[in-house]
């Protein structure tokens, strides 16, 4: 981890998007030869909802891993929204907003608590996370057996299903938020101190950043994205689903997604861009097999290969770079 | 993932000391006195052997994970592994007991491979054991679902289920004690030899300091890839007795990956590497065991099992963590 880049978004197109331009090309051609079509409307759209879910997730992850962190709690911080929302509206659009801020609220308040955790008590953050996560798992579980609460019809119509052409409302929200974070980390102090952490917290610290501070903002940050996943996801299910994040393995697949988006696991390198195409990555690969309708757990043991070999590839590229 | 602060060489021995298994004896200790005081039963040999049996598993697989972990590691794959390897018996044994024995050498065989891949994997292409041991987790849990059609197939036999669920009966002055208990005590015993041996000395210098032990002449990719394999034939040892005490499942495994890790950082075993042992690691398993039982014996509904899990894995990487600071 030597050297530290100031700039995160360095390198603008990460290896992701070639991966990504090829595996759509390579599946169209498959798809095709199959007789089928992967870039009719219907494929098309759900794939961007697909993305959107895990994307919203992955950007605040990217945040907290750049940061040299990581949150294994946003599973159940993402289950966690979708009650609040739900409970809170149910049914009624006259409580939308509260609903929403109040589920954002709760997220934010776990963000902090991780954030407090890994800075100030200095708890490694793997644990700290998993630990929260745990909390949060016992609470979900003691208290709720199925779906509970009803979200907003308003909602639903809007954020749940409404298009712009083939493209989701929630996919334009996920677009908004990757550039409102991108902007913060490459234009903003706040995203330039993260990356410097990442890299080295200890240069960090001795050239005067905060870094707890910084550290448990990331946290909230993320926590908040994993909040506006949970809403997405309550506006799409129409309720509150308490398992909906661990079963959606919201918690690994976007730290997966981090990593083959070209963000360094240990942190300091990266950016969000590469995220979205992860993201888009693993949602398109999951879309071409839907064509193929290839048997779903076979695409879980392919996924498995994929993450392996793509952070496989990365490290090969930086060991390479090393020698030079 | 924080850097670990290199303390020089005295301060470095009060650590080491600090992270012994005293802590981890002191809660054991508090938790058995709780326990005595609700079900002063418990504590008779019988109940207390079948205890120690049932909890062999996780304290197998925290003796396995603390491997992988004091190397600077981590093992994920772990409780997808376990499930792998019990809905794999099931199928090939198929309820016939002469296939018992070939089984048990086939589990042996899977789990150190998976090991073997992990580590390959791992210290070869340089990914991180994070992403590897996740990826080793989607691909088992996809391979085994895909395998079995979905549901599991075929039965264990009664001779591959006794490990899990039988026991030494009549044992003068203990009475009932569990094959699994035994197991874990062979086990156990060997472990702490291999944390004695040259071996352990230099899995714990790979994991203090990868940097140093390779200039020493160590190879670093070597022993992390022995550490895996361990973890891995760890796996497959609890997947037998599992699958004997509770049947097979795709549940099997569930969770067991976090609950290793748990059971390992509460027995004072630092994630990063390079500090606790092992002894402590399974002290952990069997406190994290004990607590469960004792949730039981006060009425705490299952569903909080976890909510306590965490809060105490919380509180006692706190407590550690802010007596290392004080000094």
Redesign the interface.
Known sequence: MSGISFLPARRPVPGVFVALTLVLAIGWLVVEIDGGQLFNQSTTVSLLHVAAGLGLVAVGQTLVILG???DLSVAYVLSLSTLVAAETMNGRDGALLPAIGLALTVSAGVGLLNGL?VTK????????T??????????L??GYDGPAGSTAPSLVQTLGYQRVGPVPLSFVLLVVVTGAVWFTLSRTRFGHHLVAIGG???VARLSGVRNDRVLVTAHVLCALCAGLAGIYLASRLGSGAPRVGTEGLYD?ES??AV?IGGTA???GRGGVIGTVGGVVLLASIDAIFNQLEV?A?????????I??AA??IY??R??RKADS | ???VQRAPMPLRILRSRAGGVLPILAILAVLLVLVAVRQPDFLAPPSLLSFLGRSAPIILLAAGQYFVIVSGE?DLSVGSLVTAQVVVAARLIDSDPSRTWPVVAVLLVGGAFVGLVNGL?TTR????S???T??????????V??WSD?APKGGLSEEFRRFGRRAFEDVPVLGRVPYALVVLLVVAALAVLLMRSDFGRTLVAVGDNPRTAELSGVPVWRTRTIAFVLSGLAAAVAAILLGGYSGVSFQAGAGLE?GA??AV?LGGVA??GGRGSVVGAMLGALTLELLFTLMNFYGV?G?????????I??IA??VS??RF?SR
């Open positions: 040299g962190s990581l955790l008590l200095r708890i490694n953050a793997f644990i700290a998993l630990g929260v996560g745990l909390l949060l798992k016992g609470y579980d003691n080295d917290p200890e690994l730290i997966a990593v696991l240990a942190g048997d757990f076979f695409k879980q043991v392919i996924r498995g290969a993450i392996i952070v496989a490290a090969r930086a060991l | 993932m924080q850097t981590f994997v292409l340089r990914v991180p994070f992403i590897t996740l990826g080793m987790f989607l691909i088992l849990v996809g391979a679902y895909l979905g976090f890790i748990t950082v994630l990063g509904s569903a909080l099992r976890s909510t306590v899990q965490g809060a894995i919380l990487v706190a963590g802010l600071s």
